[in-house]
């Protein structure tokens, strides 16, 4: 004999006293709810979509709205700060290594990734952020001397994947798990103080932007130069007609 289910989870017998259907219990997705700035705020533990489709539906969509994508520059600054300033945010928090990037060549369809240590050392890398591309992802290593060594990947949409192996914890433990910890402290107080020194910064960055553009952009022309002994009087004007 096989239970039949209600909407809300409820096994009940039909009318002819025989179970005819099968309930297969749902999987259990942690989620965190905490409160900042006088602001109710949820954090679903998942990467499948339907998943969380199914925890936003539980709360309704009159209950909640998604915060708002990082700026298109963000990225671009945490690169410039890693490159030109050794990764130093403030004086207790840096950059150790940026290690993997995925953006956007003029549209969403043209995708560009990279995956290695030595990623802003790829001529490839330099030569996506020296022609405008966009980063849309980033992997970084930050550390933070008053909390973490903190790794992890985060998307435009602040969506994180954190690698709790790999980070490192400062302070004393409390009864939270690693793994909540550190995602408390990525959505209470590592991306609250990034997006607050960037707003600080994103006027200025503006034109910072360019200048290191132009920079990274120079240094790929020379390594192709020189990988391929090309020298100057064989690089002629471009005919664009």
Not at 124 to 140: D, Y
Not at 212 to 218: N, Q, T, V, W
Not at 231 to 237: A, Q, R
Request: net charge negative.
């Amino acid at each position: 004999m096989i239970p039949d289910v209600t909407p809300n989870g409820v096994f009940y017998l039909p009318p002819t006293g025989w179970l005819t259907s099968f309930y297969n219990p749902p999987e259990n997705i942690d989620i965190i709810f905490f409160e900042m700035n006088q602001k109710f705020f949820i954090l679903i533990e998942e990467s499948r979509e339907k998943q969380i489709d199914r925890v936003l539906r539980l709360i309704g969509k009159a209950n909640y709205e998604e915060v708002e994508n990082l700026s298109s520059d963000f990225f671009n600054w945490l690169v410039y700060l890693y490159s030109e300033n050794e990764g130093k945010l403030n004086s207790k928090i840096g950059i150790t290594s940026i290690s993997g990037f995925l953006g956007n060549v003029f549209d969403d369809e043209n995708v560009v990734s990279s995956k290695s240590e030595e990623t802003i050392k790829l001529i490839a890398t330099r030569a996506f952020i020296s022609t405008g591309g966009i980063l849309r992802e980033v992997k970084l290593n930050v550390d933070d001397s008053n909390n973490y060594n903190i790794c992890f990947k985060m998307d435009d949409r602040c969506r994180t994947v954190i690698s709790v192996n790999e980070s490192v914890p400062y302070m004393t433990p409390n009864a939270l798990e690693k793994g909540e910890r550190l995602v408390l402290y990525m959505y209470t107080s590592l991306l609250p103080c990034l997006q607050k020194m960037f707003q600080a910064k994103k006027a200025g960055f503006k034109n910072k932007k360019k200048k290191f553009a132009k920079k990274i952009g120079l240094q790929v022309v020379k390594e192709i130069m020189d990988i391929n002994n090309i020298h100057k009087d064989e690089i002629e004007p471009l005919d664009i007609n």
